[in-house]
């Protein structure tokens, strides 16, 4: 992961170029760290004074004003955690069809680390990468410059952790679930029977009933987690109202950009009336029931994502992602939080959005939690195949979002560890993945074994084909 991703450029700076090749200065520009914190790694030149005789010769020299070397910006990011992060991510892409049935055509990904209590970015991975090398002497020639931003080769430039946006497919429903709860829509113990088919809007059905013509039956809000359950939160999307489940997801950060120290940050949107509106369609209670399992329009970042886990098991309090821990000035003194987060909004031009922390009772956000730890923990939960005998208690939600491109999904995960006490929040996503439950929590159980000092020899491994799959409409 290189953490100043290149941005486009503009017709004319191209025209201007081709013929020589780009400069990193014109192509390096606007994505990186080093753009945002210029002013304070760049530093300050001095100025001696030297006095020379006629004949050339230097008779004395002083410096009239020293120089200020650069301050040292020092970022959240765990290099080992990267490294694993990078690695992992690719190789799970590229042996997809043998980890993973379903899986054949996985292209690209993202994985984001963070701390749910700090809001720091320990690692960031976008797959696929681009070669650091391929600039010689500070250019990159126009064939390789085209190359990578060619869609065949998915856009290597890309930084899909803050710039690619993905339907969440079922790792919505906390929200869903949330939202409801909190408003008495529904109670930790009352069940909804899945019937298989839902009763209103398109008649859409259960994810279940599609491969084995039932429903799942008699469930609460914690095993309707556990198994996602559509049709439960078909229901609880139903009861809830659009309007209640968009102002919770905003709560949660999804839909507005996180405020992170980078460009070309993407904010993503919320499925809801006033998307139709700007869209220009009518919305209408089928959609309402698509939105509530994390269709219809719903669209983030990884990085949402990230923060929207760690908001949620820090009792509701929020996070503000970060990738910058702190600058050191040449004289040892650091610079303060507050200034280092107003440069960095300024400089990116983000006006800060004041959230209020999320009123989540105890008791609700206890029976989404072990919903989440059903998720890995459980025979019948859809991650269980990965997380099951793993050394480390992990909770989490697969997703599988269809991409509206023929037959295609994307395979989510969103998760924590350890359970009894968060500390860091994964999610990934696998472009083309197929089933949720499966390829895309391989990099995230790796990443959770890093980040908690096991070696391979304690750590659960089942790379075999997994037929499961869990569509979400």
């Known amino acids: 992961m290189h953490f100043g991703y290149i941005s486009s450029i503009s017709k004319e700076q191209y025209e201007a170029n081709k013929d020589q090749g780009y400069t990193m200065n014109d192509l390096y520009g606007q994505d990186g760290i080093e753009y945002v914190f210029e002013k304070y790694l760049r530093g300050k030149n001095g100025v ?41 991510l690719k190789e799970t892409i590229e042996n997809a069809g043998s980890i993973a049935k379903g899986s054949e055509d996985s292209d690209a990904g993202a994985l984001v680390v963070m701390n749910v209590k700090t809001g720091e970015v320990l690692a960031m ?57 909190q408003n008495g829509k529904v109670t930790v113990n009352e069940k909804v029977n899945d019937t298989g088919i839902y009763p209103r809007g398109h008649n859409p059905k259960c994810w279940i009933y599609n491969s084995r013509h039932r429903g799942h039956g008699y469930l609460n809000i914690t095993s309707a987690i556990k198994q996602s359950c559509n049709y439960f939160f078909y229901e609880m999307g139903y009861r809830t109202g659009i309007e209640t489940i968009d102002d919770y997801a905003h709560r949660f950060g999804l839909g507005d950009l996180t405020e992170i120290e980078l460009t070309g940050e993407k904010s993503g949107t919320v499925a809801g009336p006033e998307l139709a509106k700007q869209k220009g369609y009518t919305w209408t209670v089928g959609r309402t029931l698509s939105a509530a399992i994390g269709q219809e329009g719903n ?137 949720g439950s499966s390829i895309a929590c391989y990099p995230a159980r790796d990443v959770i074994a890093q980040y908690f000092g096991m070696n391979e020899t304690e750590t659960y491994e089942d790379n075999s084909a997994i037929p499961y799959t869990e569509i979400d409409n």
């Open 299 to 435: 669209s983030f970042t990884p990085m949402q994502l990230a923060k929207y886990i760690s908001i949620l098991v820090n009792h509701g309090k929020q996070v503000s992602p970060s990738i910058v821990k702190t600058i050191i000035n040449s004289d040892g003194t650091e610079v303060a939080k507050e200034e280092i987060r107003n440069y960095s909004n300024e400089r990116l031009g983000i006006t800060p959005l004041q959230k209020e922390d999320i009123e989540i009772s105890d008791e609700n956000l206890k029976a989404i939690m072990e919903g989440m730890k059903g998720v890995t923990t459980e025979a019948s939960g859809t991650a269980y195949l990965v997380f099951g005998h793993f050394n480390i208690k992990v909770a989490g939600k697969t997703g599988t979002a269809q991409t509206g491109a023929g037959d295609t999904s994307n395979a989510l995960f969103a998760g924590f560890a350890p359970y009894d006490n968060p500390e860091i929040a994964v999610v990934c996503i696998i472009e083309n993945g197929g089933g």
């Open 48 to 88: 001696k004074e030297i006095d020379m005789s006629v004949d050339g010769s230097i008779v004395d020299e002083y410096v009239e004003e020293e120089a200020i070397a650069g301050s040292n910006v020092v970022l959240t990011i765990d290099a080992n955690l990267q490294a694993v992060a990078e690695k992992s």
């Open 125 to 181: 991975a976008s797959y696929p990468s681009y070669d650091v090398g391929s600039w010689k002497d500070g250019r990159i020639d126009t064939e390789t410059w085209n190359a990578y931003n060619s869609n065949e080769n998915k856009k290597p430039l890309l930084n899909r952790t803050i710039a690619g946006t993905y339907s969440p497919g079922s790792t919505f429903k906390m929200v869903v679930a949330t939202a409801a709860l």
